[in-house]
């Protein structure tokens, strides 16, 4: 057990990291065998080592180190000399004795042994181990005399056994084996004798026997049987009477009753002393007629919970596992019907010596530090005794780098070759702790004990923990570095642990890819490769819906999952959160569960589970089966009310609910929704309590203090929820001390020297009682022990003043009612108030990156000289001037602030070939601290803007002048400009580009040779030594050629032009002169014979040869249009001019302001024939419209 412990404790050490200097060896099998390392006892025997007689004695003692140690022991405090004993062997490679007692007494080899283990590097030692010989000696023989007892009468049965080593388990029987029964009245005490409060007739018998087990042995010793007679008092009346005349002896035929009367212990007080961590047994034995009872208390305070218990019908109160605060008066009390009596036993508690700090061992490299520490308590205190190598340490050789106080040995600057094993011996009175723990200086190149290219998975959003365990002396310090990046890892989202492990707190998908953990110390260096995956999270898409099915139908749960697509996903259906029936009917797809023709035993709630090797979601939905819906269907609708709400077992703090459902509605109730008001604080205002499945008819509520509760219940089935019942009578909870603090405690400074202490103030049912108020409470963290306090009321919040600036300060809130306090408040950390910071960044500095980007580097400032919260750093720059004398102007000034952990940041967008100035500053939550000293900077040259103008003049024939202004933005010397030009015709399409350099000095340039009556495209541009910048574009067009305009105004003025041109205009008017005339005579227009055939009724189409329409009418009333005619007949045939001309062209005919029609239209789907004579209308005139 202790090997295991051991084990886990360097293991812990190695996942949380190292404490101070101290360096633990690593568990890796390959790495101790190459380690020089001094003995350590990794098994002994206990103590008190007890031996059967009849057995080898095997005396244990195992150790590691490097080399293996050697082994030596020592009997009774002088050398024990292994070789002189043939009885007596050593295992090999080991220290463990065995001794071979066949032909020899055991008691031979009792005695106090200790086992030292020895290598080059040191000494361990083992505890004192006290070998004894278990006894079970045998019952002195002995007569017993019956006894004889009148009834009522106390009687004690003595059982006095042999003593033995351990001492024997005591237990009374009958003859046959069977155990005597026991009660208030019979009972076994601790002692092993058998009481009697009183005798009773039926305790007649002969075969009393006590019992003694030996549990090393395992033997039975018995006591002789014992005989007890009980004598009847009526029966002794009756011999009395017949001898002495009818005169009664006795005048009652009972036993006289008596007084309660303490047997063990005797007296009205006594005490007894415990040790802390044993248990602690109070007796209380009792006589007395009628029985009495026995009941305990404690008068200075509670008994604790939970090892504390009251055996044997009341008579022993058992703590196990006794603590200091057990100590104080215990009263047992007994009593019946006469009296009642007291017994006070005060019980003071002592201890052993027991572990506070338990010394460590200890790995250091030369010229390290360190200390052991050995710290135990005990009462009385222990004493504290060192050794070095199993010699006190003021007899082994002095160190000037080691010196010892008390319980600790400190050493200084170590050297090689002082590696030793110190021994720790805490004792007092009551017992002993021995601890080895070694001194091994090393020197050894850092290596990385975690495998190779180990790979990480992590669902993303999780944590992800990277471990980089080392070992090195001295301590290697680890680097943590990700893919090819040269910039170490630290600070958001990277946190590094004293053990190396990297932790990122939330992972990203970003943050996937290979990390290199680099180990170094002065010695050398080590790095491992390990590699992330952050995967996507698994997540249920569509979960299973609740579900109402007849029986023999068919339910189908779906459940579509969402899940990274390199984990490999597996699908679980659970019903009622056991496996799926075994039957056929269940069918299970990938993303669905089928039950084929469901039955009553197939309602439940099944659950879907999609689990990957790295996490699992999971829906539930509730499936119910109900009866094939009859003809006509079954009608669902929501339960009546519950009715007959009832309240019984009403205590403190909880009270039983009971009520009668409504009627269902063919739809099982889900379940009931308890709600309650509160009277007393929200009157009228009706709260959701709790709820309980539809199959319970109770419920069981938890109540708070100072309520005036009443209650009301709803039903809930697939359709809905019930309306709610008739409330319940109101039960009045009565006030009590708080159960809870308020919360959102929070601790902060408004001004430098003050701290707000704020919290949500709690509501009246919170309160648990009248009289709410608030215990506030604080002290500077680390300088303060005792809590400086304040009690408000009606307020959430209060200022602290005089404050230090931004110092830490613990705060709590505590509740106080008229009833009591609350529980112990949580400690919430918190800074007094903000001051501006007091010192400008150090070593600024600027590393001029191109014309329009610069970095800026500055050493971060002591957080001591922040005075609050640091945000991060300011960085103020502005233009000063440019370096180009025609570019003089002062831009304001710009600001780019960067975060607290930053020590650099970059100046983007500035102008080239500029001045610039900047400083640096620091900013916490309460403003900026001081600027450091202003710096300069020049950028380089850049390309130049855009020129600030282009001008075209003087367009001729075949040549341009081009104007232009230098840019307004040089940034830089300007080496010159560059024109290019080409041509644009009609269509907008460009020509071959002609380009044409110009020197810096000009400002207009004249094109030549170019052609006459072209639109030509311009782009301009300047340069610097840096190149060329943005364009500016222009267009320009040569005028025309003289001789062109001459020639069309010739061809304008010729005679036969302007008579050609008034013989078109002419004939057009008459055409539409002719046209009106026509349009405005109206009626039917003649259909072509050909139309009649109606070869397609679907739609008859303006002709093209003729100009002729199909057969249409009157689009309103069926009356002629105006001008039009009447048939010869004089009537109009409803039947075939029932279709407007709307309905031909779909919806969408046009007129005329005259009416007339003037679109193309389609015919209907079926066109009725008319039999009326045609409209003796112009057809040709028609025809010549269009």
Not at 434 to 460: D, K
Not at 816 to 830: C, E, F, H, S
């Amino acid at each position: 057990m202790e090997r295991t412990r051991a084990g886990a404790a360097v293991f812990l050490m190695l996942i949380l990291g190292h404490l101070g200097n101290a360096l633990e060896v690593p568990l890796d099998p390959k790495v101790l065998e190459e380690l020089a390392q001094p003995p350590t006892i990794t098994q002994q025997s206990p103590k008190d080592y007890i031996i059967d007689p009849r057995e080898n004695i095997v005396i244990h003692c195992e150790a590691k180190g490097k080399p293996h140690p050697s082994f030596s022991w020592t009997r009774n405090g002088t050398h024990f000399d292994i070789d002189q004993d043939p009885k007596v062997t050593m295992r090999p490679r080991s220290g463990t004795l065995v001794v071979d007692i066949s032909g020899e007494k055991a008691e031979t080899y009792e005695g106090i042994y200790q086992c030292t283990a020895r290598n080059k590097h040191g000494a361990a030692v083992s505890n004192n181990i006290i070998i004894r010989q278990s006894r079970s000696p045998l019952w002195s023989k002995e007569r017993n005399e019956p006894i004889r007892v009148q009834e009522g009468e106390a009687l004690v049965l003595h059982c006095r056994p042999p003593a033995g080593l351990p001492p024997p388990i005591i237990f009374w029987m009958d003859v046959n084996f069977q155990r005597l029964p026991q009660s208030s009245r019979v009972f076994q005490a601790l002692n092993g004798d058998l009481y009697f409060s009183n005798v009773l007739t039926e305790d007649s018998r002969n075969d009393y026997i006590c019992y003694a087990r030996f549990p090393h042995t395992q033997t039975i010793q018995q006591k002789q049987p014992i005989t007890l007679l009980v004598l009847n008092l009526d029966a002794f009346n009756e011999t009395v009477a017949a001898l002495f005349n009818e005169t009664d002896f006795f005048s009652d035929g009972s036993a006289e009753e008596r007084k309660p009367t303490f047997l063990i212990p005797s007296g009205s007080s006594s005490s007894k002393m415990v040790l802390r961590g044993q248990v602690l047994e109070l007796e209380c034995v009792t006589e007395g007629l009628p029985t009495p009872e026995v009941s305990w208390s404690k008068l200075s305070g509670e008994f604790p919970d939970k090892r504390t218990s009251i055996v044997t019908f009341q008579k022993i109160l058992r703590i196990v596992n006794v603590s200091d605060a057990d100590a104080g008066e215990y009263r047992c009390t007994a009593h019946n019907r006469l009296a009642s009596i007291h017994h006070t036993i005060r019980v003071t508690v002592k201890a052993a010596p027991y572990w506070i700090t338990t010394p460590r061992n200890l790995v250091l490299a030369p010229r390290e530090k360190g200390q052991i520490i050995c710290r135990a308590s005990g009462t009385p205190k222990p004493t504290i005794n060192w050794a070095m190598n199993g010699i006190p340490i003021e007899n082994s050789p002095e160190d000037s780098n080691r010196k010892v106080e008390g319980d600790t040995i400190i050493f200084e600057e170590v050297q090689t070759g002082s590696s030793a094993v110190y021994q720790c011996n805490a004792s007092n009175e009551y017992g002993y702790l021995l601890s080895n723990a070694f001194v091994n200086v090393l020197s050894e190149t850092p290596r990385v004990l975690t495998p190779a290219n180990q790979v990480y998975q992590v669902i993303r959003n999780n944590h992800a923990l990277l471990d980089c365990s080392s070992f090195g002396s001295p301590i290697p310090k680890i680097t943590w570095f990700k893919d090819s990046q040269s910039s170490t890892l630290e600070g958001d989202p990277y946190l590094l642990h004293e053990n190396g492990t990297l932790e990122i707190y939330v992972a990203q998908a970003l943050n996937s890819g290979k990390y290199i953990c680099v180990a170094r110390n002065t010695l050398g260096i080590a790095e491992n490769h390990v590699y992330l995956e952050v995967k996507e999270p698994t997540r249920i898409l569509k979960q299973p819906k609740y579900k109402v099915a007849q029986r023999n139908r068919n339910v189908v749960f779906e459940c579509k999952v969402k899940h990274d697509p390199t984990l490999i996903p597996i699908m679980i259906w659970l019903k009622d959160n056991g496996e799926l029936p075994d039957d056929e009917r269940f069918l299970v797809d990938s993303d669905s569960l089928t039950i084929t023709d469901v039955t009553e035993n197939d309602a439940g709630t099944y659950t879907c589970i999609m689990n990957t090797t790295l996490d699992h979601d999971s829906a539930s939905a509730e499936l119910t089966v109900v009866e094939a819906a009859p003809t006509p269907a079954v009608i669902y609708e929501q339960p009546d009310p519950p009715t007959d709400l009832e309240l019984t077992d009403m205590k403190p703090r909880s009270v039983q609910l009971t009520w009668i459902p409504g009627e269902e509605h063919n739809s099982p109730i889900h379940k009931f929704v308890i709600q309650y008001t509160d009277s007393l604080h929200d009157h009228g205002h009706w709260h959701n309590l709790t709820h309980v499945p539809g199959s319970k008819t109770t419920a069981h509520l938890e109540l708070s203090p100072y309520v005036h509760y009443s209650f009301r219940v709803l039903a809930l089935n697939a359709v809905g929820l019930s309306d709610p019942s008739n409330p319940s009578h109101m039960y009045k909870t009565n006030p009590a001390a708080p159960d809870e603090n308020p919360s959102g405690v929070k601790g902060f400074g408004t001004e430098h020297d003050n701290l707000m202490i704020l919290w949500k103030p709690m509501s009246g049912l919170q309160a648990n009682g009248p009289g709410l108020q608030y215990k506030v409470m604080w002290r500077q963290k680390d300088v303060d022990k005792n809590w400086t306090s304040v009690t408000v009321a009606n307020v959430s919040k209060f200022m602290v003043s005089g404050t230090p600036t931004f110092t830490p300060y613990e705060v709590k809130v505590q509740a106080i009612n008229n009833n009591g306090i609350g529980p112990d408040p949580a400690v919430v950390t918190g800074h007094s108030g903000e001051d501006l910071p007091v010192q400008a960044p150090d070593s600024v500095q600027v590393l001029v990156l191109n014309s329009t980007l610069a970095e800026v580097h500055w050493e971060p400032v002591p957080p001591k000289t922040v005075r609050g919260h640091l945000k991060g750093y300011k960085v103020y720059y502005w233009l000063e001037r440019s370096l180009h004398k025609h570019n003089s102007h002062r831009v304001e000034q710009q600001l780019l602030t960067f975060s607290g952990n930053k020590s650099h940041g970059m100046l983007p967008g500035l102008q080239p070939y500029s001045l610039y100035l900047f400083n640096v500053r620091v900013f916490n939550g309460k403003g900026e601290g001081p600027a450091s000293s202003n710096l300069q900077f020049e950028t380089p040259e850049g390309v130049p803007g855009r020129p600030s103008f282009l001008r075209i003049t003087n367009s001729n024939l075949n040549n341009l002048t081009l104007e232009w202004g230098p840019p307004n933005d040089r940034n830089g010397h300007l080496t010159g400009y560059i024109l290019k030009y080409q041509q644009v015709n009609n269509s907008n399409e460009l020509g071959p580009m002609e380009e044409l350099a110009l020197p810096a000095n000009k400002t207009s340039v004249t094109l030549p040779n170019l052609k006459y009556s072209t639109r030509y495209k311009f782009y301009f541009n300047a340069k610097t030594g840096q190149g060329a910048g943005p364009a500016i574009t222009e267009e320009a067009v040569t005028i025309m050629d003289e001789a062109m305009p001459s020639r069309q105004a010739d061809i304008a003025t010729q005679g036969w032009f302007i008579g050609l041109m008034c013989a078109i205009a002419l004939l057009i008017l008459v055409l539409l002169i002719i046209c009106f005339i026509k349009r405005n005579k109206g009626g039917k227009y003649p259909v072509k014979e050909k139309e009649d055939a109606h070869t397609d009724p679907e739609f008859q189409p303006m002709k093209e040869d003729d100009c002729t329409f199909g057969e249409y009418s009157d689009t309103e009333d069926h009356k002629p249009l105006k001008g039009s005619r009447t048939p010869s007949n004089g009537t109009v045939h409803r039947d075939s001019s029932d279709d407007s001309l709307v309905d031909y062209g779909g919806g969408d005919g046009q007129f005329n302001e005259d009416g007339s029609f003037i679109g193309q239209y389609s015919g209907k789907s079926s066109i009725r024939e008319t039999a009326e004579a045609p409209s003796p209308v112009n057809t040709t005139a028609m025809n010549s419209f269009v």
